[in-house]
């Protein structure tokens, strides 16, 4: 018993260093859930036509779970598997930060002929992210004013402030956390994404 005893805890001890020395990241994070391309639920959801148009659809992408999924109203149609910004795990402050946004946005902006397959404009920065920019003094009250005109009128904001900008949902691989900031898709879910809404869609982004 005395031999056992001393095997299993030495087995613990290099279980622990070995977990203790593992890399943070994406690779350490998807052992904890399951991936979306390989859940039996997702795949049982995924594999039903995506039936068009949707009605009232919206979008939620959940950072932790490196998941986006697709509402047809109330209805779970889609649920795709995402890489995020360099920075995955802290919400958006500045120009640069590699951090995905956190919160309330919607598409402003669609585009075939993007560099990254296709993609779909987000929101950012939005009202809060406004508000915070003028408080933390990073943009002007000029700024300020004109990302809060345009999320009132349903446009893009401007991309050119110390907030950052040009978040996008696009194409290229969803395999890493290697985009500047943007929500990253395989190329055949952005295309099926892609076709299945358009500007003005809800698109809350959680932790």
Known sequence: MKVVSVGLAGTLLVAAAFFALRPQGRAVVRGLFA??????????????????????????????????????GKTVVRVYRVGLGSNPSGDKRVEGDGCTPEGEFFICSKNPKSNYYLSLG???????????????????????????????????????????????????????????????????????????????????IKP
């Open 35 to 72: 991936e979306p391309d390989k859940d039996p639920d997702h795949l049982s959801i995924n594999s039903k036509p995506l039936i068009l148009p949707l009605v009232e659809p919206k979008i939620e992408v959940v950072k932790s779970r490196r998941e986006l999924t697709l509402y047809s």
């Open 122 to 204: 987000l929101s950012y920065p939005g009202q809060a992210d406004a508000e915070r920019g003028l408080r933390d003094a990073l943009i002007s009250r000029v700024q300020h004013d004109q990302i809060i005109s345009a999320i009132r009128a349903q446009e893009c904001p401007p991309w050119n402030t110390r907030l950052g900008g040009e978040v996008f949902i696009h194409g290229n691989g969803s395999a890493s956390d290697w985009t500047l900031g943007c929500v990253a898709l395989d190329d055949k879910d952005v295309k099926e994404l892609y076709d299945a809404i358009g500007k003005g869609v809800r698109v809350t």
